[in-house]
């Protein structure tokens, strides 16, 4: 079974400060997503990373894929308060073949203090 | 500015009732999807279609919920009879897959209930 854990689980910072959030799995993935949620919507797209070692950046968003394809990682420099929400990671269920069922993450909740 | 609408956003009910939920995905998209969410489990996967046609029903227990798609237009999550345990928040979502990672269009969700 493959599973992302993500950590941390919770995580309380202050406007200005910079935070990692990580996606781990002992399975290989071809490719991993990362969802932002919103309170009372649904998640939304920010990035896919499909190679190994791949590094993309969205504004003061940096994801990373790790090398092995099994991990990830999201920094966020200078969070804002519009920072603020659920980040959950997403990989490919099967790496065999491709299909479009997505397994996801854990979660990160993430709070941004003005 | 295309979305997926899902209806209703709120349904409480009591337990043994049927519920069904609503969604209608981008106009073009080819593949839709209904997730679970709670905090408990996180995000899982139901069940999705393709073209109308169910791919994956895997996640879906069988014997209460069935998910159909009647058209296009139109896909119905139903829970038949519910339990307090299926208090979750149900998601749509769609996309124009063409066998790899594309993007997933999330609806806002209905938050169901069950007493």
């Known amino acids: 079974t493959q599973l992302l854990e993500q950590s941390p689980q919770f995580l309380s910072i202050q406007e200005g400060e910079n935070l990692t959030v990580y996606c781990n799995s002992s399975?290989?993935?071809?490719?991993l997503q990362w969802y932002r949620q919103e309170p009372g919507e649904g998640p939304v797209l920010l990035v896919t990373?499909?190679?190994?070692?791949e590094v993309k950046k969205l504004k003061r968003l940096t994801f990373q894929f790790g090398d092995a394809r099994k991990d990830s990682s999201l920094h966020i420099t200078a969070a804002q308060t519009g920072d603020t929400g659920l980040y959950l990671c997403?990989?490919?269920?099967?790496?065999?073949?491709?299909?479009?069922?997505?397994?996801f993450g854990t979660g990160t909740r993430l709070q941004v203090f003005p | 500015d295309a979305r997926v609408t899902q209806t209703p956003r709120h349904k409480v009910t009591e337990m043994g009732q049927e519920v069904t939920m609503r969604c209608q995905p981008i106009?073009?998209?080819?593949?839709v999807f209904w997730y679970r969410q709670t905090m408990m489990q996180g995000l899982e996967l139901l069940a999705y279609f393709r073209n109308r046609a169910p791919l994956d029903d895997s996640g879906m227990p069988k014997d209460r919920f069935s998910a159909e798609m009647p058209d296009a237009t139109l896909a119905t999550l139903k829970i038949q009879p519910s339990e307090p345990r299926d208090s979750a928040v149900y998601f749509c979502?769609?996309?124009?897959?063409?066998?790899?990672?594309?993007?997933?269009?999330f609806g806002p969700g209905t938050r169901l209930t069950v007493l």
């Open positions: 399975s290989v993935f071809s490719s």
């Open positions: 997403a990989g490919d269920a099967e790496l065999s073949y491709n299909t479009d069922k997505l397994i």
């Open positions: 990373v499909v190679t190994g070692g």
């Open positions: 106009l073009g998209h080819n593949t």
């Open positions: 979502a769609s996309g124009l897959m063409a066998g790899g990672s594309d993007e997933q269009f």
